[in-house]
């Protein structure tokens, strides 16, 4: 699906697989977060908070859309704040929750 992927072949003694290994997807937009999260989700998969979630195997996935980076990389503290706390409220992140967090008055 064209995303890239960096790998650290490590000891498998001494370092055990667990959630703090994930694989990190920066989406384009609500539709791809929607596709990736059903496809990831499905046949056995588990949902998070926050964007994360788990697939069929166990492995740990983040799922952000870029413009939560856009959103949180704005000057204004009490913005960025709002996007922070209508995200941690959330399993798939919801680009128009966070939109709406943001601009509140």
């Keep these: 699906m064209g995303k890239e992927f960096?790998?650290?072949?490590?000891?498998t003694?001494?370092?055990k697989f667990n959630e703090s290994i994930s694989f990190f997807v920066?989406?384009?937009n609500q539709e791809e977060v929607d596709e990736i999260?059903?496809?990831?989700?499905?046949n056995g998969g588990?949902?998070?908070r926050c964007g994360w979630l788990k697939d069929k195997f166990v492995i740990s996935w983040q799922i952000i859309?870029?413009?939560?980076?856009e959103l949180m990389?704005?000057?204004?503290s009490v913005k960025s704040k709002r996007v922070i706390d209508a995200m941690m409220k959330i399993r798939k992140i919801e680009i128009a929750d966070l939109r709406k967090a943001y601009e509140e008055v």
């Design 6 to 11: 960096m790998i650290l072949n490590g000891s």
């Design 13 to 15: 003694v001494n370092f």
């Design 26 to 28: 920066d989406c384009n």
């Design 37 to 42: 999260w059903e496809k990831l989700t499905s």
């Design 46 to 48: 588990e949902e998070g």
């Design 65 to 69: 859309p870029k413009a939560f980076s």
């Design 73 to 76: 990389g704005d000057s204004n």
